[in-house]
Every structure is written in structure tokens, then in C-alpha cells.
């Protein structure tokens, strides 16, 4: 079930992959709303484009904002980083002609790759019901199947370690997961967790389940901590008690914060890669400090990764020599 196989069973033109040496690491940005925030974005690209990223993506309307700028987004890192960029694309509040549009502006301008996303959720100010635009789709699994028949795109899709805060059960959550591997993913990236155990239980029971994508972990390092911790509440992060007492501990010392936040990020990196995840994908905030820190760390120690590991860490697809 699912096209994605194990990578080294698929081709590229882009074969400059293969040969990267761990740690594989990759960053998220998001499209900024403010002439000093799109300086600030390509200042972080530039900042992080040292440490030879897999790839990097760059998030669709997040948080509900309707903030589209995303192919402007991945034009401005694209000029300052040499790294495949990966637009994020979200179905709900589109109709299936606004989807098309966006994926003939980036299928023009050379990006190949689409990270698929449901997004969130719009509810009616007046009436509380979820509303959806005629002829839009409801879930993700609908948008890959959508994307997948256009051809020419290497999907990536979401997941849930921890599971989808909408989900009643992680086992219905696997289950939707494989819905969108069963419609045409080729990889996947996790939301971000701060418990290793749970990412390797559910890398456990997708591969009992019979699929083999890559799954690439999303890493937040906990900076800024209070700001982590509001998102972490709205997508069902869980933040483990003792980082909380850690952090508390040090409210009245953000360098202290900021060196712990460090600190936990590296040794969480550090038991994934070495037991067998095929990357890290940081989400950045559009703020290089903390990721730099952390992939500096990486970068000087010798990370021996497990028997479970890919030769790249999300994937690769043969695509026309045109889109290259």
C-alpha cells in the first residue's frame, strides 16, 4: 500500500542527497506579514543554509491567518539557500480551482515537492459550524489523492505521534494516517513531541501496519519557552512535566532558558537519529538562534544511526529534467 517504498528503491536527477553525511536536519519558515519579518526570513535561511539542509518548507495560512504569501516565501529562501523548498499546502477554506491555481504557480516556478496538509479547521463566528467551501475537500487524504493525480509532485503529508488532537483514538488517528499513504504519500513529517518514546510506538505500529515512508521527526526546540507552551496546548504537544518545572525554574534567566532549551533539543535529536529516524525537520519561528546552536551541536559529534535509518530523509522522486 502507498508509492513511497524504501528510498533507496527510488530515483532522482537529484542524486546530491544520497552522499550527505548524518545528521540529515531540515527547517521550516513560515510566509512573514511585515517588510522587517521578510528581512528576518531570509536572514535565518542564511544563517542555517551552513549546515546543508535536506530541504526546507515553508508553512500555508498558518494558525487560520489566511496568509498566503507561501511561493513568495519559498522564492525569498530559495535566493539565499541551496535546498530543495517545500511549499506547504492546506485544502480547507479552498475550493478545488484555488488548489489547482497554487499548484500551477509552484509546479511554475520549479518547486516539485508539496507538503499536503487538511490546516485548520474554519469555524462561522455566528453559527460555531464547521464551514467548507462547495466542492472543497475535508481531509488530507483527499487533497494528496487530488495532488497525486496531477502528477510531477513528490508528496509529503502530516502526522501525529502523539495523535491529532481531533482524534478519539491514536489508533484512528494511524488509520487516517494511512488513508493519506494509501492515496499517494511518498513521506511524512511528525508534528513536534518532546517524548521519543511516543514517535518510535508509532513508527512501530505504521511499519506493523506494512508501511515503509520515511517518517522525518518535527523538532520545536522549547524557545520561547511561554510561546512553545501556547502552541503545544492548541495542537496536543505534551510538554513533560519536569521541562515544565525546568523552565519555570528559570523564568526570571532567559539565558538559562534558552541553554536548556538547547540542551533538550540536542539529546532529543541525538536518541532519534541514533536509533533509527532519518531526519530532523526544525521549526524554525523564522528565528535561526536556537536551531543553530542545536546543529552545531549535532554536526560535532558522531551520530551512528540504527539499521531502521534512510539513505535520505524524505524521500526522492524522478521528476522531468524541466521541474529540476
Known amino acids: 500500500m502507498g508509492t513511497g517504498g524504501s528510498i533507496s528503491g527510488l530515483r532522482s536527477s537529484?542524486?546530491?542527497f544520497v552522499s550527505r553525511q548524518p545528521p540529515h536536519v531540515s527547517f521550516e519558515f513560515f510566509p512573514p506579514k511585515t517588510p522587517a519579518g521578510w528581512d528576518k526570513l531570509k536572514e535565518t535561511a542564511a544563517h542555517l543554509a551552513e549546515f546543508?539542509?535536506?530541504?526546507?518548507s515553508v508553512t500555508f495560512g498558518a494558525g487560520g491567518s489566511g496568509n498566503f504569501r507561501t511561493l513568495e516565501a519559498c522564492l525569498a529562501v530559495r535566493s539565499v539557500l541551496a535546498a530543495d523548498v517545500v511549499p506547504h499546502l492546506s485544502c480547507i477554506g479552498q475550493t478545488r480551482d484555488s488548489i489547482e491555481a497554487h499548484l500551477a504557480e509552484f509546479r511554475d516556478a520549479g518547486f516539485t515537492r508539496i507538503l499536503a496538509l487538511r490546516g485548520d479547521v474554519p469555524i462561522d463566528a455566528e453559527s460555531?459550524?464547521?464551514?467548507f467551501p462547495q466542492g472543497g475537500f475535508h481531509y488530507a487524504s483527499e487533497l494528496v489523492s487530488f495532488i497525486k493525480s496531477r502528477g510531477n509532485f513528490h508528496i509529503l503529508v502530516g502526522c501525529y505521534p502523539e495523535g491529532h488532537p481531533e482524534a478519539p483514538s491514536l489508533q484512528t488517528d494511524i488509520d487516517n494516517f494511512i488513508r493519506k499513504?494509501?492515496?499517494g504519500a511518498d513521506a511524512a513529517i511528525t508534528q513536534y513531541f518532546f517524548n521519543n518514546a511516543g514517535y518510535f510506538h508509532f513508527v512501530d505500529e505504521v511499519r506493523r501496519r506494512g508501511l515503509d515512508i520515511p517518517i522525518v521527526v518535527g523538532l520545536m526546540p522549547i524557545w520561547?519557552?511561554?510561546?512553545?507552551v501556547r502552541f503545544s496546548a492548541k495542537c496536543g504537544a505534551d510538554v513533560p512535566l519536569w521541562i515544565q518545572k525546568r523552565m519555570e525554574g528559570y523564568k526570571?534567566?532567559?539565558?538559562?532558558q534558552f541553554e536548556f532549551a538547547v540542551e533538550v533539543a540536542v539529546t532529543q535529536s541525538e536518541e532519534l537519529l541514533r536509533n533509527g529516524a532519518p531526519g530532523v525537520h526544525f521549526y524554525t519561528l523564522n528565528r535561526p538562534e536556537a536551531t543553530v546552536r542545536i546543529c552545531e551541536n549535532l554536526r560535532g559529534q558522531k551520530i551512528e544511526r540504527g539499521p531502521a535509518s534512510d539513505d535520505v530523509a524524505y524521500g526522492d522522486v524522478e521528476v522531468p529534467a524541466s521541474l529540476s
Open 14 to 16: 537529484k542524486r546530491s
Open 52 to 56: 546543508e539542509p535536506d530541504f526546507t
Open 128 to 131: 460555531a459550524e464547521i464551514s
Open 181 to 183: 499513504v494509501e492515496a
Open 224 to 228: 520561547p519557552y511561554e510561546q512553545v
Open 252 to 256: 526570571d534567566d532567559p539565558e538559562s
